[in-house]
């Protein structure tokens, strides 16, 4: 058996029609686009054509497209120049506590420098209310910053209401869609976002490559300085393989969006129907329905996450503990926290992340291992023995 990957939320294989449009642009086509000479002319009009690409795919102009290196620029920027662009307005963001750390530790940093920041509570499903946005925004509030859907638990929040009244306040709206881009339909006019980040490698584009979506009219400062690309917005010379790859992937992502979405939510509620059935003492973490097609997120009493991946990791079924970016420390993830999972319980949760090519026999194979997995380590748990024993007695 080849490994089965479902990780695809913390990094996606680069699709090999975004590898071939590419090529060119690291080999014979290596011009700088910002040159003035013939060697800059096919960069030049390949950078065109993949920010009117990405453009069309979000019913956005593609003036509105600023290419960056990735999610993170994408998020730091949207939030630290809003921050200095309106100071003198206010110095009051709002963010969900479920938020990306690249969200949360950059709206840390603002607070240091002054700013007051609002971490809006989720409910158990890890939706935001939009009666209790609408409480937290104040004359002083310049920005609401809340993510598309969530890279752990895959809910999808309410993006266009939050637009509206955003508006309705005339508060500045970003949303984070890192996670969203390339999986599910976005409209940056008809969900009246302002901003978005976007990051290439989770839709089988390239890493190192993102962009931010700004609206036009937002006077938004440069983060990075120093030369002219990105109409002086964003300086640094262009990415141009990460841009036409990133491109190319959006452009198939969008293309085979609305049957990927069938085939996807398919096998990740028969992944999640055969978990709910097959492994006692689990929960499903996030919204049943209102979740990216690709993600299931289970917490499983009397195990820990690192153990499971261990054992299933033997097996080459490779999954996650929840953010890539969070593994290695020892803190349950804030998100699980957020929706009200115990600590402990917190600790024994783990996400698979699919995408367009998974099969239902890796699929079942993966079920298989996990429960697997999720036996082996519970055997070893003198909780779980006691546990069982209770209900035995009882
Ligand atoms: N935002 C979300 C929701 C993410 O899931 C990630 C990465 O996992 C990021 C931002 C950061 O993206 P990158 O690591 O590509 O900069």
Known sequence: MEPVYLDNAATSPLRKEALEAMMPYLTEEFGNPSSIHGASKGPRTAVREARDTIAKTLNADSSEIYFTSGGTESDNWALISTAQMLADKGKHIIVSAIEHHAILETADYLKKNGYEITRLPVDADGLISLEELEKAIRPDTILISIMTANNEIGTIEPIAKIG???????????????????????????????????????????????????????????????????????????????????????????????????????????????????????????????????????????????????????????????????????????????????????????????????????????????????????????LYDDFIRKQKGA
């Open 164 to 382: 509206k009244l955003a508006h309705e306040h005339g508060v500045l709206f970003h949303t984070d869609a890192v996670q969203a881009y390339g999986h599910i339909p976005i409209d940056v006019k008809a969900m009246e976002i302002d901003m978005l980040s976007v990051s290439g490698h989770k839709f089988g584009g390239p890493k190192g490559i993102g962009f931010l979506y700004v609206r036009k009219g937002i006077r938004l400062p440069p983060f990075m300085h120093g030369g002219e690309q990105e109409s002086g917005r964003r300086a640094g010379t262009t990415n141009v393989p990460g841009a036409v790859g990133m491109a190319k992937a959006a452009e198939l992502a969008h293309a085979e969006m609305s049957d990927d979405i069938v085939k996807m939510t398919e096998l990740r509620d028969h992944y999640i129907e055969r978990v709910e059935k097959e492994i006692p003492y689990c929960k499903l973490n996030g919204h049943r329905t209102k979740r990216l097609p690709g993600n299931a997120n289970f917490s499983f009493s009397f195990v820990e996450g690192e153990s499971l991946l261990m054992s299933l990791g033997v097996n080459k079924v490779y999954i996650s503990t929840g953010s890539a970016c969070a593994s290695g420390s020892l803190d349950p993830s804030h998100v699980l926290l957020a929706i009200g999972v115990p600590h402990e319980i917190a600790h024994g949760s783990v996400r698979v992340s699919l995408s367009e090519k998974t099969t239902l026999g890796q699929i079942d194979y993966a079920v298989d291992a996990l429960k697997t997995a999720v036996e082996r380590v519970r055997s070893l748990s003198p």
